[in-house]
């Protein structure tokens, strides 16, 4: 029992000194949400009475992080501009729609060395904007998160990623205005998860 404090007092210090003499990155990043459904049923019903679709689009953004061996650290602006497609009742409704997320994650580096896997983790606000028909435009703020994993390619002072990551935000009709038409048509599951899965690409610059 004493010969495995010692141990592991020794490798909680090996890991903090691995994020201390990490190096900081910047990285630009690219690539493409796949988006998920905003449905809102009713107990009532037997079918999808209102349904709401964020569409597939691009993501472009940043990423600043200290990253070591096994941590790294990193805070994230990605901008993804988006449609919105909505059905009630069998009526079609368009509205363009933009999602920014701003989140702080934590990285464990599975392998050290030129190609390094990783898995990771994070939470921070997600915010929506919503414009219908150049008629209604209204913005939220949300909490939500996020998790995933992904490579880094490490070359001198240049490296290249490629991330997978689920951006998990809570939605409702609230957030669209609705919560009263929710309540006189009696849908009863008033809030869903949002899952937009990033496939992303970023260049980094290390300093």
Do not use: C, W
């Amino acid at each position: 029992m004493r010969g495995k404090f010692p141990t592991a007092a020794a490798s909680f210090l090996l890991a903090i000194a691995g994020v201390a003499n990490a190096d900081s990155e910047v990285s630009f990043v690219f690539g493409a949400t796949i988006s998920g459904d905003l449905s809102v049923l009713s107990d009532n019903f037997d079918v999808v009475d209102v349904q709401t679709a964020v569409k597939n689009s691009p993501l472009f953004g940043l990423r600043l992080g200290t990253y070591g061996f096994p941590f790294g650290i990193e805070g994230s602006f990605i901008y993804s501009p988006s449609g919105l497609t909505g059905g009630a009742f069998e009526d079609l409704v368009e509205a363009n729609a933009s999602i920014l997320y701003t989140e702080a994650n934590v990285l464990v580096i599975i392998l050290p060395g030129p190609i390094s896997p990783f898995v990771t983790g994070g939470v921070g606000l997600h915010y929506l904007s919503f414009n219908i028909a150049d008629l209604v435009s209204f913005d939220r703020s949300k909490f939500g998160y996020n998790f995933g994993g992904g490579l880094k390619f490490n070359a001198s002072r240049v490296s290249l990623r490629v991330d997978v990551r689920d951006h998990v935000t809570t939605f409702g009709f609230d957030d669209l205005g609705l919560g009263i038409v929710g309540d006189l048509i009696g849908l009863s599951n008033a809030e869903t998860r949002l899952h937009n899965v990033e496939l992303s690409f970023g260049l980094g610059i290390r300093f």
